[in-house]
C-alpha cells in the first residue's frame, strides 16, 4: 500500500535541502543538490533498491530484472519552486517502496541531472539517451564560464558504472504542470499527449561603449538599443507565424558594462522559443534569424549567433497513456483532462529508447520556476495515487 503521509514527509525533506523561503535553491552539483542526492541514495537504499550514480550524476534506485523506471530530476532553476522534479521523484521513491513491500511489481526509480539546464537542458538524461556524448556535455559551461566538467568532479567516488536502459520496460513522469489549465478548471490530473519541442542560442550584440552625457543620440552605438528594438519587432514578426501555444522568450541579459553613465557596448541575451511542430519552429527560427540581421545592419552593431540547442516535439506512448487514463478515471472520475505538456522534461529524451508517458497536477495560480510555485496537498496525493494504480502497485 502506498502511504501518503510517508510521501508527503520525504517530499518536505527533499524541500530542505537548499530551500530559500518558500522556494528552493539547488542547481546541478552545488553543495545542496549533492546533499540532496546523498540522501536520496540512502533512501532509495532502505527502500530495498540498488542504488548507482552514473559519470552524469543521474541517480539510480534499481529493482532486480526487467523493472518499470518511475522518476523525475532533483536539481532546481536558480531560483526555483519545491516541486519541479521533486515530486516526480518522491512518488516514484514511494511506489517502488509500496511495490517492494507488496512483493511486486518491479519499479525503479530515476532522478536525473541538470533538467534545469544549468549546462545547457536536460543533460543527463541526453547523455544517458545518447542524444549527446559526453565530451559534448563537458564542454558546456555555465553563466559563470565553470564547464560541466568540472563541476561534476564532485561526484568524485560515487560514480558507478552506466544503467543499462535496456532494463527498464518503460518510463513514466509524474510532474506539476507548471501553468494554468488544471487550476483555472478545477481538475485534479492532466495526461500529457505530447511535449513541445523547443530551440535555444545565445546571441551577442556589439556596439561601441561610450559616454552617456557627450555622445549624440545619432551617433551612438547602443548594444542595449539594438536588443530592445530587436525585441519588439520580433515580437511584430512572429504574429504571422505563431500559434496562441507558440511561446518565445529573452530570459537571460548580460549588458556590459551595465553602469548608468555608459552607453553600453555590449549584450548579450538567450533567445528561447518553443512549439509543438517541429516545422513552426523552424519558421520561427527563420524569422528571429533576419531580424537579428536586419536590427544589426541598421544600428551597426556587430552580430554573434551563438550554436542552436534544442529537442525535438515528442509523443507519448499511446499504450501507456491508456494505463493512465484508467488510473485516472479511477482516482479522479470526471476531473482529468488530456493536455500538451510546454514545460519540457526528460521524458522527451527518454522517449528515444522505451515506452514514455506523463502525468500532471495542478500548479497553484499557474506559477512555477518562481519561488510561489504549490499544489495542494490533496492533489499531489491524487496524482501518486494514479501513478501507483498506473504502474499496478495497491493504493
Ligand atoms: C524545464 O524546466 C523547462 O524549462 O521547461
Ligand atoms: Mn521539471
Ligand atoms: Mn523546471
Known sequence: ???????????????????????????????????????????????????????????????????????????????????????????????????????????????????????????????????????????????????????????????????????????????????PTLDAAGEQIGLVTDIVGYREMMVTFSGQQNHAGTTPMALRRDAFQGLSAFNSRLNDRLRNVVTPQSVWTIGHVQVAPNAASIVPGQVRFSMQWRDGSADRLGRMEAVITETLAEVAAEMGLGLDQGAVLGLEPVAMDPTLRTRLEAAAEAVAPGRWRSMQSGALHDATNVARLMPVAMLFVPSIGGISHAFEEDTAEVDLVAGLQVLAHAAGVHT
Open 1 to 179: 500500500m502506498i502511504d501518503a503521509s510517508r510521501f508527503l514527509a520525504d517530499l518536505h525533506q527533499l524541500r530542505s535541502f537548499g530551500a530559500t523561503g518558500t522556494g528552493v535553491v539547488r542547481p546541478a552539483f552545488s553543495p545542496p543538490d549533492i546533499l540532496a542526492r546523498d540522501w536520496l541514495a540512502a533512501r532509495m537504499q532502505d527502500a530495498g533498491l540498488s542504488v548507482q550514480f552514473d559519470a552524469m550524476g543521474n541517480l539510480f534506485g534499481l529493482a532486480e530484472g526487467k523493472s518499470l523506471l518511475l522518476g523525475s530530476h532533483s536539481d532546481t532553476q536558480p531560483t526555483g519552486g519545491w516541486l519541479d522534479g521533486a515530486l516526480g521523484v518522491i512518488a516514484a521513491l514511494e511506489v517502488a517502496r509500496a511495490a517492494r513491500a507488496a512483493g511486486g511489481p518491479a519499479i525503479s526509480v530515476v532522478s536525473f541531472q541538470d533538467e534545469e539546464g544549468r549546462f545547457g537542458g536536460t543533460t543527463g538524461s541526453a547523455v544517458w539517451t545518447e542524444m549527446m556524448t559526453v565530451a559534448e556535455a563537458d564542454a558546456v559551461a555555465d553563466t559563470d564560464g565553470v564547464t560541466l566538467a568540472e563541476a561534476r568532479q564532485v561526484l568524485g567516488d560515487r560514480v558507478g558504472p552506466d544503467v543499462d536502459p535496456a532494463r527498464f520496460t518503460g518510463f513514466i513522469e509524474l510532474h506539476i504542470e507548471q501553468g
